[in-house]
């Protein structure tokens, strides 16, 4: 490894080492749990002292400097214009040590990726088909509201009880602005480089494909968008058609109508 990017790995180890539990945010929100950390912030629940709910408090990463500040604004003002039953609100956002911060609703629940790899959850056809169906009416909303999420996966998606929740608004843009971080695959280079809807229903195919592939006998998980799953999974014609389309193997669907009415039908059938 190079000395400098070693450097450089150590340095950022350390300006974004989590703070604290224990610690009182502003004398208002005091941390009970640091939840993780990623590409451009850090996630914490805590309480809130003037009302004793729980709440989420994401930090922009200390280490991408304006880049993630940016990123955290542009987030906070996503959600401060969506309201959705299924997509947590923003409450508020403050400076905490010349640290930008953003409060949301805190979400119980457990996501997708906890359920099908911790708790090994396996979901039929029928289930993974109904569940995008479901999954689709928040993101439908969002695209109306004219935002593309860009980052749809299984961690990002909530089940509480019967409860759908779409999470994570870190990479949403305007639909038509340039995709300023890609985050996927070498496969997505076959995307537009700006957020667009199909850049959403590429990330919905790959997550119909792990709800899918949740209930495959294999020693190695692993999802590919080339034909291996045609092999590998046994599905109805219908279900490797909207596949095909949606991981852009065939031309894609020209608007997402077009799928959630493939999926009705599916679900009609």
């Known amino acids: 490894m190079d000395v400098i990017e070693y450097l450089k790995g150590v340095y950022e180890a350390w300006i974004d080492y989590p703070t604290k539990e224990g610690t009182v945010i502003t004398d208002k929100y005091r941390i009970q749990q640091f939840l993780g950390l990623g590409s451009y912030g850090l996630t914490y629940i805590c309480v809130d002292l003037d009302s004793g709910q729980e709440v989420v408090l994401k930090q922009a990463k200390p280490s991408k400097g304006k880049v993630g500040r940016d990123l ?11 309201r959705h039953p299924s997509i947590q609100r923003c409450l508020s956002s403050l400076e905490y040590k010349n640290q930008l911060h953003m409060v949301t609703e805190y979400v119980k629940g457990q996501t997708i990726d906890d359920l099908i790899f911790e708790r090994g959850a396996v979901f039929s056809e029928h289930e993974a088909i109904y569940f995008v169906r479901r999954l689709m009416g928040i993101l439908s909303y969002v695209h109306e509201q004219g935002f593309v999420h860009l980052d749809i996966r299984l961690p990002n998606v909530i089940l509480d009880g019967d409860q759908i929740h779409l999470i994570d608004f870190g990479l949403a843009s305007r639909m038509g602005e340039p995709i300023r971080n890609k985050f996927g695959s070498d496969d997505e280079r076959a995307l537009s480089t700006t957020a667009e809807v199909p850049n959403d229903l590429y990330g919905i195919g790959h997550f119909m ?61």
């Open 72 to 82: 955290l604004y542009r987030e906070i003002d996503v959600l401060g214009r969506l």
């Open 209 to 269: 494909l792990f709800m899918l592939y949740s209930g495959y006998n294999s020693d190695t998980f692993e999802v590919e968008s080339n034909a291996g799953w045609e092999d590998e999974l046994t599905v109805s014609p219908l279900t490797k058609h909207m596949l095909r389309k949606l991981l852009q193997m065939d031309p894609p669907y020209t608007d997402p109508q077009q799928f959630v009415r493939d999926l009705d039908h599916w679900l009609n059938r």
